[in-house]
Each structure stands twice: as structure tokens, then as C-alpha cells.
């Protein structure tokens, strides 16, 4: 009788590790600046995103920013803050906000893996795709608030136009 061979998922020896295999299947840009951080970057339709994980062994837990390539001038925070209040009451996972010391807009998301061998490939796949769809889903919105002089109402609606097709 001839055995039966079932694939089975490698074991990794750090959390990275799952990352660093999402990053290669995509090919995209990273650096495993150690073994507690990794910077990534992804092409989106509207910019390059710079996503960012680090893992915390004490918290057992990764935390993970994905950053517009764009930046918010001083005069303009208190109406990109009251986007981001609007965005947010839309979210189900994560959250939208400012980097203060370079104005960057970014989606932040934390996951707690205490009591678990950490995460699998499936978590960090929805994680990564729900961040870069939120934030193409809401990429315009702030180019209107930032540059096109939009209130935040304004500027939310545009974004939630959902478009058929291409022009």
C-alpha cells in the first residue's frame, strides 16, 4: 500500500517570517530592518503605500501601518482630523490616522496573538488587503480635503461614490 503525502504548511520561527512570505509571493520592496520590524512597499492605483510591521514579543502581538505617499501641511490638520473621524465611524477593522511628526495619513492596526502560535497566512493576507482596499477606497477623499480645499463632508462623499467601469 502507497502512501498518502500531505502538504503541510512550514512552520516559521517568527511572526516576520509569515510577512516576509506575503511580501515575496508579491514581489513587492521590504526591509527586515530586524527581527522586530519589517518595511514594505506596495503599489497602489493611486500612490505607493509604505506599510510597516513590528512584531512585540512581550505583548505578543503585531502592530501594523500602512502610510499614504502624501503629506498634510500644518493648515490643514483640523480638517483632515475631522475626515478622519468620518472615515473611521466607516471601518470595521484598523483605523485611519496622522503621523504628527511627518504629516503622513496611514491605516494602523494592531493584533493581539497571546496564547497563539502567532499569525497564519490567511490573518496577515486579510489584514494587508483590507488596509491597502481602505486606503484606495479613501485615497481621494483626502486629496480633496488637502488640495482641493473640500470640507470633510464633502470630501467623504466624493470618496464613497462607487464608479462602474473606466473612462
Known amino acids: 500500500m502507497t502512501g498518502i503525502s500531505i502538504a503541510q504548511e512550514t ?10 512570505r506575503l ?12 527581527e522586530q ?8 492605483r493611486w500612490c505607493d503605500y509604505s506599510m510597516f510591521f513590528a512584531w512585540n514579543d512581550a505583548a505578543g502581538a503585531m502592530h501594523f501601518t500602512c502610510a499614504f505617499d502624501m503629506r498634510v501641511p500644518e493648515n490643514r490638520r483640523e480638517r483632515i482630523h475631522e475626515l478622519l473621524a468620518l472615515i473611521n465611524e466607516k471601518l470595521w477593522l484598523g483605523h485611519f ?6 504629516g503622513l495619513p496611514m491605516f494602523s492596526h494592531s493584533l493581539p496573538f497571546r496564547g497563539t502560535k502567532g499569525p497564519n497566512i490567511a ?3 486579510d489584514v494587508v488587503e483590507t488596509a491597502l ?4 477606497r479613501f485615497y481621494p477623499a483626502f486629496q480633496h480635503a488637502i488640495w482641493g480645499g473640500k ?7 466624493a470618496a464613497m ?6 473612462a
Open 11 to 20: 512552520t516559521t520561527n517568527h511572526p516576520l517570517d509569515i510577512i516576509e
Open 23 to 34: 511580501v515575496d509571493d508579491n514581489d513587492w520592496i521590504f526591509d527586515r530592518r530586524s
Open 37 to 44: 520590524e519589517m518595511a514594505v512597499q506596495a503599489p497602489g
Open 97 to 102: 490616522g496622522i503621523w504628527n511628526d511627518e
Open 123 to 125: 490573518q496577515m493576507e
Open 133 to 136: 482596499l481602505e486606503c484606495e
Open 151 to 157: 470640507s470633510a463632508t464633502e470630501s467623504i462623499a
Open 161 to 166: 461614490i462607487d464608479t462602474v467601469g473606466e
